[in-house]
């Protein structure tokens, strides 16, 4: 059973730039979290996904970060005129359905897309 | 969520046990206790969770003290891959993990 599967692993971009974050989730898994890691700081919660849907987009800044889940394909994160502060590591994280209380349910992480704005 | 507190780094040797310590005095009843590691320029891997009681996989040993107020992770033989920084983390019913500076455990032959 592949694991959560996140690529480009590495992505540089100019100023300006679009950048395409991508992850698919674990098999059997429908829901999908973003997490943002600044260099020399703890990850940091962005966005919580399900199939279709945006449940929090409450740790996202407020312009130029998108994301969505369709119903085919991966989870992309995509972030809009790049500047060098979102020079970052970018998690995804997926989980079964929920069943019962929500602090039982793991997430499992992939390896992450480190984005390097010149 | 209760904030938890860890000392920012330790070293264990080789072959022997590495407890790794997590103050969570503030935690309430329906508070999960959840540890995760990130090795270099890894994504954060699950290692263990718990509410009360005791719990072992076949990565680690979690101890929750009977107050619950502190916890010690238990990686029982350290080998030099076990080198990361751990995570503790307390969980009430949300999908937010909060991840906090962590420790960074040094494994040395």
């Known amino acids: 059973n592949a694991g959560v599967m996140q690529n480009p692993r590495h992505l540089v971009r100019r100023r300006g730039q679009e950048a395409r974050l991508r992850c698919s989730p674990m098999?059997?898994?429908?829901?999908v979290y973003w997490y943002r890691q600044l260099p020399e700081e703890g990850l940091k919660f962005m966005v919580y996904?399900?199939?279709?849907?945006?449940?929090?987009e409450s740790g996202m800044p407020k312009e130029r970060f998108s994301a969505e889940f369709p119903k085919e394909g991966p989870s992309i994160l995509r972030i809009q005129q790049v500047v060098r502060g979102d020079s970052a590591a970018y998690f995804c994280?997926?989980?079964?359905?929920?069943?019962?209380?929500?602090?039982?349910?793991?997430?499992?992480f992939g390896a992450g897309t480190r984005l390097s704005v010149l | 969520d209760a904030k938890t507190t860890q000392p920012p780094s330790m070293d264990c040797a080789e072959g022997r046990a590495a407890n790794l310590p997590c103050n969570h005095s503030?935690?309430?009843?329906?508070?999960?206790v959840y540890w995760y590691r990130q090795i270099h320029s890894q994504g954060p891997q699950y290692i263990i969770h718990?509410?009360?009681n005791n719990e072992t996989n076949e990565m680690a040993s979690l101890i929750i003290t009977e107050d619950r107020k502190s916890s010690t992770l238990i990686l029982p033989h350290a080998t030099l891959r076990d080198t990361a920084v751990y995570y503790c983390?307390?969980?009430?019913?949300?999908?937010?993990?909060?991840f906090g500076a962590g420790t960074t455990v040094t494994v040395r032959a």
């Open positions: 994280a997926s989980s079964p359905p929920w069943r019962g209380n929500l602090a039982k349910n793991i997430q499992y």
């Open positions: 098999k059997g898994h429908s829901h």
């Open positions: 996904l399900q199939k279709e849907n945006i449940i929090d």
């Open positions: 503030t935690i309430s009843g329906n508070e999960y």
């Open positions: 718990g509410l009360k």
């Open positions: 983390i307390v969980r009430v019913n949300d999908y937010k993990l909060s």
